[in-house]
Each structure stands twice: as structure tokens, then as C-alpha cells.
């Protein structure tokens, strides 16, 4: 299909999109904000809150003895909206201030109303492995028969892997505006992936039947799943303020605030033992991950899930063991972030196969070719999914010819033994990434189709737009269903009154699973008008008195609509689709439907660790090539190469800003994005002056994204593949690419994620 423009391309780039905060504010709205724990771990001694009521402008502050609930997390209902007798991370919420100014706010919140004993906490990984304080059981997938190959193995390696954590970094902080409806409801507009999960909890927290509640979410400012979960707590103090007051309630976080408070991508450690042969075969894996899930499960253990789902990349290992587990410690939950555990997963696999090829000093790519899962052998992955339609292969092949892959390694090489004051290196990726949540009662959607009779069309999902393009696409998706042109199609504010017990839009699945449900709603209304539109053209005319219905079987596949003009193959009979909708209301024809889709044919056993968890591979690879300045240790990227598999794109303009978004999005977490926290954790780099996210020049100067074109029928929605998180994983590419620069000088050994100027610095100095 075509690349039609985001439907809000303009209003973002001339800043007329409205987002929660440019909401206008309403007579009587509030402000809402909290009181955060200073503490990483502390008790709370004395709450005494008599200094802030006194302050001109404060409505009130209350704290969890006012909420109805105050436990939430839809693994684990561990944590507190607002802290009870124990705060857990800096910067957890305990109570809820409302106030007439952001002034009067800002006042309370330079008060000491709390006293704290601090208490010992656990700020490191290391740890928090060593007390084996986990969220949940350790997680394990295993094949074959690990220990004997290893030991029988003619060549053996071990070791260990690190990757912190990174901020998602969206524009809009998180934030939330209530409103008080007849005295028994609320209305609440949240930035939220999950207005579903508002609902639940806001009506769990307050009391109230979730009819009471209606969560709405007309789009975000980038979410990157820092939105899956943790937007929940703020919707709900936002709209306990509203229903005590009887007053709309907005809350809109500070960018510091926000980093503070919300959790990130989880830092890994991982943990290798790997047995392989001369040709770098690898006969037996076996790895070991450990997560940094913060101070409360939120989705950790699905995070880990993910990532030792995700352990084998896009290899065969025959004899493979793989574990992973979240550990508690005192740091903000860490939480959902584009990948999900997956990046983390492959960085690992990533660099046994680097420290393989530098083992037996061959390239890298090399080691990955030979061990690449097959076409028509060796093509299950460990927990038992076979891996149909195999385009890896292909991809490899044809990237490592159309980048000159071998001939620019040679080159770099030499020029490496010669510059004295920059070194290159290249490295090559390719990804294999599993599409559907991994919680299988995730994986469903409903829809609410209405078409009118300018046969314009409203369409109502669970999907949330973040700037991710859903909504373009599920327009397409039905205007090309209903033969109308896209712009004739609107996808409606995302509502809990529309669309009931949705999924959050996340795992990369909003458009598979939504556009879906759409085209089956669209379809319902198709076959009803085809099948009107037969009628009429058997009877030449139009008898508006004639009671026509569509229940009777009747032939429709000569009649077709397109651009609004329905037309009978057969005999070249046309009307327009206006004046059809019109006889179709007239006919007491319904012109509105719902469907609902669930992803067939999936089954996934945790507890053995096998089963059909994904519906389907997205596949891609990429060649990064970067340069490093030997005086500051800082790495530029120069050129970069990519070739996705992308099926049948539904929006290749969509597609290609999601892909360039998302590799250098992984760009920014494998150099430069730096979180440092203090001995007691507090967040140091809590705002863009002291963490950096790539920027307009960090940006390859030479970057091509490709599209394969798929010899095979995508069993998904018009034939396409998702996007959204698999081409983060790209940005490993980069990371090999150091290690290729680092290792021609000799450094041997590993780096760990994020590879700062400083870190590689040290690594160079340290081989003088
Ligand atoms: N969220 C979730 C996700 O709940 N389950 C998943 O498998 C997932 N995968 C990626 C991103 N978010
Ligand atoms: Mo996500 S990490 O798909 O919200």
C-alpha cells in the first residue's frame, strides 16, 4: 500500500497537535501533585500535614488511609499507589496534594511534613543476585543436553555480561486530566498505553464499578512502553482528586520528576558457559540472566520472559540452557521499554558470538553465518517453535553483498594498523524478533465500525496512538476494505466506552491486532451493502417503498467498491457508494459493527518452557560502521545499512520513520545515555542536561533502510509485519562495530552497554 502521511504529521510539526497539557483549563480544575520519599529504603515515622494546608491554594492532601485500594500491578499487585508504612525507591509517591496553583503545589513540596528512619537498602545487582531476592521463580528453557557438550566440547569459553538501564526519553511527561461526571463518575483522559489498566485501577482505587469509569487516551507524546504500566498511578491520583473534590484534576509530571519517578529499561547482568568448535560452531549454550526489576514486580518477570525467549537470536543451538529472573532492590520499578527484555537477551547471545570469533580470530560474521538458523534444517528454536518462512538467510546474504561487507572490513583493518588517531570497526546484526505478547490472553482486540451516509467512517479500537503511525495505518486498512479514500476514514479517541477490556498497545502489536479486529467490523458492513447493492442492480432501480434485506443468500462476488463507486463486474452497473449508504438507511440496514480477533493457533507452556508463544518472526539485519576518536574515546556512527523484512508494508513513509527511530534509539543506549545514581540512589542524570539521547548530528550521515521483498504469504494483517521494536535491536550492530575497533588494537575482553567515551577511553588507555 501506499505511504500515507501520519493523519497528524502537520499539527506535530507545527505544533498545533493538542496533547494533555494544552488541554484548555476548565472553571474549577485543579492541580494535583505529590510528596515523593527522599529515601531509597526508609520508614515512615510521623505524616503531619497542618504546614501545607496552610498554605494559600492548597485543596487538601491525603494519603493511602483515604484510597479505597492502593495495590496495583497486573502480575503482581505489589505496589502501593502511595507508600504505606515502608517507602521503597527515592522519589515513590506517599501522598496526593491538589492545589488552586502549580505555585502552592511547588510550596507543599519544599515542606517537611514527613519524618523517615532510613533504613538499608539494596541499590546494587550484584546483590540483589547474591540474596536471591526474585520476582517470581526463575524462569527456565532448556534443549538438549547442555553439560555434555559443554564438556565435550573442543573449545570452551565463559563469561559475564552487563548492560544498564535507559530512560525512554518521551516528549510528553507523563500526565492525566479528570473529570467529574454526575457526581457518580469520572472521565478521565490520560497519556497512557493502557487505558484499559486506568480503568481497572482507578475504579479499584476509588471504590467504584469500572462503569463508573471511563479512561480515555487521545495520544501521547512518545511512550516506547514507558506508558504500558506506569502511567497508571498518576491517572488515579488525578481522578481521586476529582471524585473527593468534585473539581477536574490534571496532573502533569516535570521532566525531572518524571525520570525520577518512573522506571526504565531493566539493567541486565547475564552469565555465560559456551562450548564450541574450531569453525566456531557453538555445541552448547548455556546462559544466565538476572534483571534489575526496582521495588516492585510491575512486568518484570514478562520482561524476562521476553528476553530468554529471545536468547537464541536468530541461531541454532542444539544443546542450549537458558534461565532468567528479576531481582528486587530499591530503585524505581523498571518496566516495559521497546524490545522488552528481548534487546537485553540478544546483547548477550550478541557477544558470545564476538568473543567467539576474537577466540578463534575470525571475523564475526562469519561465526554468525555459520550458525544461522537454516531454512530447511535446524530451524527450531529451543523452545520448540519451528521457525517457518526463514527470511534470515536470505537478509544475511543479501546485506553482507549490498554493503560491500567484506571489502570495507578489510579496509578498515588496514586502515587501522596505519591512523594514530582514529580507529574503525564494523559490525553486522541480525535480529529475529517474536511477534505477539507473550501472555496469550493479551493477544486480542475489538473494534466499533460506523460508516455514514457521506460515507464517511468513524473507527473505534483499543489501540493507542504515541506518534507510532496506528491509527494511519488501521485508516488504510479500512478505507481500502470499503473502497473509500483514507482521508474519508477517522480513527476515533481511544475509549473504554467504545472499546471494552483492551490490551495496552504494546509488543509491537497495536496495528496486527486492532487493524484486524477493524477489517472485520469494516467487512461485516461491506457484505451487508454488497449484498443490498445486488439487489438493486438485479432490479435496475431503486424502489425506496421495497423492504430489502440482507439476510437472504445472494452472490455478491461480481460487486466491488472502489472510490466510492460500487460497481457490478458483470454487467458494468455503477452507482455511488452515497447513494447505496443512503438506501441502505432508508432499508433499515444497519451501517455499523463490531468484531473481535484473538491470534490464532498460540500455546505457551512457562512451566516446561515450550510451546508456539509467537504468531510470527519479524526479521531484519543491519551493518553499522563507526569510528572512534583515540583522544576522547567518543564513537560516531558513519554508515549504516539496513534490510528489513517487513512483508507487505502497509506504510513504508510509517515503517522507515519507525525503523531509523528505533535504531537510533538503540544507538543512544549502547554509547552515550548514561543513567548515574547516587551511593544512597538517588537519580543524578535526571534531566536532558545531564543525560544525553542522541541528537540531529549523532545521526549517521550515511544511512539506508532497505525492504526485502518477502517471497512468502504473510499469514497477518494485508500480508505485513510489525516494526516497532525489532529494528531497536539493530542498534547492537553498533556495539559489535566497537568491539571490532577496540579489538584491532589488541584490547581483548568485553565492554559493557553503554559504551561511553569514557569507558572506551579506559579501555585504550588501558592497552597503552
Ligand atoms: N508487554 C507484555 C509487552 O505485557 N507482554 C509482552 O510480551 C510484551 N512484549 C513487548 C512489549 N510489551
Ligand atoms: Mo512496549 S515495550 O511494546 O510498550
Not at 35 to 63: F, H, N, Q, T
Not at 99 to 104: C, F, H, P, Y
Not at 279 to 296: H, N, P, Q, R, S
Not at 465 to 479: L, R, S
Amino acid at each position: 500500500m501506499s505511504s500515507v502521511n501520519h493523519d497528524n504529521a502537520k499539527g506535530h510539526l507545527d505544533g498545533t497537535t493538542e496533547f494533555i497539557e494544552d488541554r484548555v483549563m476548565m472553571k474549577n480544575e485543579v492541580y494535583v501533585s505529590y510528596i515523593a520519599s527522599p529515601y531509597a529504603k526508609a520508614k515512615i515515622l510521623e505524616r503531619d500535614y497542618r504546614d501545607a494546608k496552610e498554605i494559600e491554594g492548597v485543596l487538601g492532601i491525603w494519603d493511602y488511609r483515604d484510597l479505597s485500594g492502593n495495590l496495583w500491578g497486573n502480575i503482581d499487585a505489589d505496589q502501593p499507589i502511595l507508600a504505606e508504612a515502608i517507602t521503597h525507591y527515592v522519589g515513590e509517591p506517599i501522598a496526593i496534594i491538589a492545589a488552586t496553583t502549580v505555585e502552592a503545589l511547588e510550596s507543599v513540596r519544599k515542606l517537611t511534613l514527613i519524618t523517615f528512619e532510613e533504613l538499608p537498602s539494596v541499590l546494587n545487582l550484584d546483590e540483589a543476585i547474591e540474596e536471591k531476592d526474585y520476582f517470581g521463580d526463575v524462569q527456565v528453557i532448556k534443549r538438549g543436553d547442555f553439560e555434555s557438550a559443554y564438556k565435550s566440547a573442543p573449545l570452551r569459553l565463559s563469561g559475564e555480561y552487563e548492560n544498564k538501564a535507559q530512560e525512554h526519553f518521551y516528549l510528553e511527561s507523563q500526565a492525566a486530566i479528570a473529570y467529574p461526571v454526575d457526581n457518580d463518575e469520572i472521565d478521565i483522559l490520560s497519556s497512557s498505553q493502557n487505558p484499559t489498566e486506568v480503568q481497572y485501577i482507578v475504579a479499584k482505587c476509588l471504590g467504584l464499578k469500572l462503569r463508573q469509569v471511563t479512561s480515555k487516551v487521545k495520544r501521547m507524546g512518545g511512550a516506547f512502553g514507558g506508558k504500558e504500566t506506569q502511567s497508571v498511578p498518576f491517572a488515579v491520583m488525578a481522578a481521586f482528586v476529582a471524585f473527593k473534590l468534585k473539581r477536574p484534576a490534571r496532573i502533569i509530571l516535570s521532566k525531572v520528576d518524571d525520570m525520577i519517578v518512573t522506571g526504565k529499561r531493566h539493567p541486565f547482568k547475564g552469565f555465560y558457559r559456551v562450548g564450541f568448535n574450531a569453525e566456531g560452531i557453538v555445541l552448547g549454550l548455556e546462559t544466565k540472566l538476572f534483571a534489575d526489576g526496582g521495588a516492585y514486580t510491575d512486568i518484570s518477570p514478562s520482561v524476562v520472559q521476553r528476553a530468554i525467549l529471545h536468547s537464541d537470536n536468530a541461531y541454532y543451538v542444539k544443546n542450549w540452557s537458558i534461565s532468567g529472573v528479576a531481582c528486587r532492590t530499591n530503585h524505581h520499578p523498571h518496566t516495559a521499554f521497546r524490545g522488552f527484555g528481548a534487546p537485553q537477551g540478544i546483547a548477550l547471545v550478541e557477544q558470545v558470538f564476538d568473543d567467539i570469533a576474537y577466540h578463534l580470530k575470525m571475523d564475526p560474521l562469519s561465526v554468525r553465518e555459520r550458525n544461522l538458523y537454516a531454512i530447511d534444517r535446524n530451524n527450531t528454536a529451543p523452545y520448540g517453535q519451528k521457525i517457518t518462512q526463514n527470511t534470515l538467510p536470505q537478509i544475511v546474504e543479501k546485506l553482507v553483498n549490498s554493503s560491500n561487507y567484506k571489502q570495507r572490513r578489510e579496509a578498515i583493518e588496514a586502515f587501522n594498523r596505519e591512523s594514530k588517531t582514529t580507529i574503525k570497526g564494523i559490525g553486522l546484526t541480525p535480529v529475529k524478533f517474536g511477534i505477539s505478547f507473550t501472555s496469550r490472553f493479551l493477544n486480542q482486540a475489538n473494534a466499533l465500525v460506523n460508516i455514514f451516509p457521506d460515507a464517511s467512517v468513524q473507527i473505534s479500537t483499543g489501540a493507542t496512538e504515541m506518534g507510532q503511525g496506528v491509527n494511519t495505518k488501521i485508516a488504510q486498512v479500512v478505507a481500502q476494505t470499503l473502497g473509500v479514500d483514507v482521508s474519508m476514514c477517522k480513527v476515533m479517541i481511544t475509549s473504554t466506552e467504545k472499546n471494552h477490556n483492551t490490551s495496552p498497545t504494546a509488543a509491537s502489536s497495536g496495528t496486527d491486532l486492532n487493524a484486524m479486529a477493524a477489517n472485520l467490523a469494516a467487512m461485516k458492513i461491506k457484505n451487508r451493502l454488497l449484498n443490498l447493492a445486488a439487489q438493486l442492480f438485479l432490479n435496475e432501480g431503486h424502489d425506496a417503498h421495497f423492504e430489502y434485506s440482507v439476510s437472504e443468500a445472494i452472490e455478491t462476488s461480481h460487486i466491488y467498491i472502489e472510490n466510492g463507486v460500487v460497481i457490478n463486474r458483470e454487467t458494468n452497473q455503477k452507482m455511488a457508494l452515497r447513494e447505496l449508504l443512503d438506501i441502505a438507511y432508508k432499508n433499515r440496514i444497519s451501517m455499523g459493527d463490531y468484531a473481535f480477533y484473538k491470534t490464532p493457533n498460540l500455546s505457551f507452556d512457562v512451566k516446561k518452557g515450550e510451546g508456539k508463544p509467537f504468531a510470527y518472526y519479524t526479521n531484519c539485519a543491519a551493518v553499522s560502521e563507526v569510528t572512534i576518536d583515540r583522544f576522547s574515546g567518543k564513537t560516531s556512527v558513519d554508515r549504516v545499512e539496513i534490510l528489513m523484512d517487513l512483508g507487505r508494508s502497509i506504510n513504508e513513509g510509517i515503517d522507515r520513520g519507525q525503523i531509523a527511530g528505533a535504531f537510533v534509539q538503540c544507538m543512544g543506549w549502547v554509547t552515550n545515555e548514561n543513567l548515574v545514581y547516587s551511593d544512597k540512589g538517588a537519580l543524578l542524570s535526571h534531566s536532558p542536561t545531564t543525560y544525553k539521547i542522541p541528537n540531529i548530528q549523532d545521526i549517521p550521515s550515511d544511512f539506508i533502510i532497505n525492504f526485502l521483498d518477502n517471497p512468502y504469504e504473510v499469514d497477518n494483517i494485508r500480508g505485513s509485519k510489525t516494526v516497532a521494536e525489532p529494528p531497536f535491536i539493530l542498534g547492537l550492530s553498533i556495539f559489535s562495530a566497537i568491539r571490532h575497533a577496540l579489538s584491532s588494537k589488541g584490547f581483548k575482553g568485553n565492554i559493557k552497554i553503554p559504551a561511553t567515551a569514557e569507558n572506551i577511553l579506559m579501555k585504550l588507555e588501558s592497552l597503552r
